[in-house]
């Protein structure tokens, strides 16, 4: 995938296992990534891992970054091996940060909207999580046919993450004027994408 930032979504994992006291359940990890992509694409007019987002039972999954997780065949060898520097698997469920973050890999927004999710979210377990991703539009729409099991997954467009939420947090509430002007700039940033 184009766009895809394999240094940025090792080093967020990263970040996250450490903000949990060095541990991190595989996906309380996602769901964070997942809801700190939603913010900054909200806020900035692009997501900080660059990945493509899947709707799968549990709720929004970053496919490459899941890909990093489960030491997938899909994963090319030199991202693999820069994951194994910083993170490794402790069981099917866990991994641990293996040495401290190389955060110059982020902008300065990247880091303020990991740390402001783990701030607001980083207490919820793996299933709160799921189960509050399953309230959001960009699952919602393919509720429907994952539990018929027409497919395993379904892929969100992510202007699905524009959509304004109204959860306990109100980081996702915003007002249409501010968000059309950014939903403008990442439209503008996926057709850039594409030409190159």
Known sequence: MRG???KKSV???????FKNGGVINKMKAIKLIWLSDRLHIRKFGRTITGDDYYALPNGPVPSATRDILESSNFLDDVASDYAKEYITEIDKYNYTSVIKANTKVFSITDIEII???????GKDDHFDLSNFSH???????HESALAKKLS????INQLDFFININEKSGLFTDSSDSLDIVKQ???E?????NTL
């Open 152 to 155: 395993s997954r379904y892929q």
């Open 4 to 6: 895809f930032n394999y």
């Open 185 to 187: 700039i990442f439209e």
């Open 189 to 193: 940033y996926q057709l850039l994408q």
């Open 135 to 141: 309230l959001f539009p960009e699952w919602k729409r």
């Open 11 to 17: 080093q967020a994992l990263n970040i996250l296992a």
């Open 115 to 121: 740390n402001q999710i783990f701030d607001h979210f």
